[in-house]
């Protein structure tokens, strides 16, 4: 049916891609449905009554903001977060290095306006994190994709895929990833690695954006230094984020880079959102402030631990061993199964049969071409009840598919 519209539209909505997640959260929102779908943190999880009592600073400090902001940031937020964020950024950065962003998706739509023409290439793990990667292709982009195996991106595959670019004639410009606890895969990118990218980066000249919104969502081990803090040349920018470490309905995220670049996106931030709501930023400073942050953290990250402990025991009782492949997160919100002979598709119907859904592993291929043995699985929505019994439910469902 033709529209008022048809003759208006940009170029760009001929090829304009919505998550196939979103369209499917419908199938399993129906009751009974026991899912492992989204990727949403708990409600349980969220530090209701703390929140409230920063709410404290809209009285105390209305007439400042209920007003516009500087698109920079609010300077009390910009300078607990230089404060917070030192010892994983390696040091104090001065205030022009940090922008404060509506969410970490902000992140790299603004990163993408500074730095993507049409057909411009973007190497990314592969799979990935479809939210950012389509608007990624709503914006021109190209993927040049790099496998992953159990430590994430197989960083070694850069330099002959990124010659081949070059020498016919395109522009690697920026690397995507997710170097802590990867959504989809839940794996973690090895010190090794995460020199030899910045090697690479410096080699071939493309910037990096470091994704980070589950790096401080760590249940053991030691958290490994940062892309930002082992480069010397301000190629990267870190991407971090309140959504998983208080709440998503902040909206209230932030990025670390050169002046110049920080610079930049500041400038396309004016066009498109003037600032990040005052009124937000100031709540979650006053959190911060209140000493919230820091003493609630460690309540998220047990809670999300004993969930993915849960999930863990589940998978290990009721899933076919000899059919499926896993890693074990050690942070973050994800489980990536790998199986032998079974089609995801064919599995996701015959799971929301039984009544339980996860994500298909297609979606997050920013190509389209792959996953078709693979799905994720989200433990920190379920109890740890409905994990069990999930399980039992999706286990039964590929054994029936396995003959
Ligand atoms: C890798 C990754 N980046 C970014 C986001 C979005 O974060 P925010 O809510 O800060 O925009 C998510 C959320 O699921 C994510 O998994």
Redesign the pocket.
């Known amino acids: 049916m033709s529209s008022f519209f048809d003759g208006l539209y940009s170029g760009r909505v001929a090829d304009l891609r919505p998550s196939p997640i979103r369209e499917m959260l419908h199938l399993v929102r129906r009751p009974g449905v026991i899912s492992f779908a989204g ?2 943190p708990d409600p349980e999880a969220f530090p209701v009554d703390l929140f409230y009592e920063a709410a404290g600073i809209l009285k105390s400090q209305g007439k400042d903001v209920l007003q516009y902001g500087t698109t920079e940031g609010y300077g009390p937020l910009k300078d607990f977060l230089i404060h917070w964020t030192a010892p994983r950024m390696g040091r104090k950065l001065e205030h022009d290095e940090m922008l404060i ?8 739509d603004l990163l993408c306006w500074a730095l993507i023409d049409q057909d411009d290439l973007i190497l990314i793990e592969e799979p ?2 479809l ?2 990667f389509l608007n990624m292709h709503n914006h021109g982009a190209k993927f040049l994709t790099v496998p992953c195996d159990d430590e994430g991106m197989m960083v070694d595959l850069i330099p002959e895929k990124v010659e081949r670019a070059q020498k016919e004639g395109k522009k690697v410009k920026l690397c995507y990833t ?1 170097a802590n606890f ?2 989809p895969l839940g794996t973690t990118l090895s010190l090794e690695r995460r020199k030899k990218l910045i090697e690479y980066a410096h080699r071939y000249g493309f910037a990096i954006m470091e ?4 790096g401080y969502v760590r249940f053991e081990g030691e958290h490994l230094p940062t892309l930002f803090s082992l480069d010397d040349r301000g190629v990267v920018v870190y ?6 470490i208080l709440a ?1 309905g902040t ?3 932030w990025c670390c880079g050169s002046r110049e670049i920080i610079r930049k996106m500041a400038i396309f931030k004016q066009g498109v959102d003037v600032c990040t709501s005052l009124v937000a930023q100031a709540l979650v400073y006053e959190y911060c402030r209140l000493g919230h942050l820091d003493s609630f953290l460690p309540k998220i990250i047990e809670h999300y631990k004993k969930k993915r402990d849960a999930m863990e025991d589940a998978m290990r009782e009721h899933l076919p061993l000899d059919l499926v492949h896993w890693v074990k997160p050690e942070g973050g ?1 994800f489980y990536w199964v790998k199986m032998k002979g079974i089609n995801s598709d064919e599995l996701f119907k015959r799971a929301v049969d039984n009544q339980v859904a996860f994500v298909p592993g297609k979606a997050f291929y920013p190509n389209r071409d792959g996953g078709e043995n693979e799905l994720r699985l989200c433990y920190t929505f379920a109890s740890p009840e409905q994990t069990q019994e999930g399980m039992k439910r999706l286990g039964e469902a590929m054994k029936g598919m396995a003959g």
């Open positions: 990727g949403m962003t509506a969410g970490s998706s902000q992140v790299s990935s994190f939210g950012v997710i990867h959504n994704d980070d919104p589950y991407a971090g984020s309140f959504s998983k998503p909206r209230v995220g919100y």
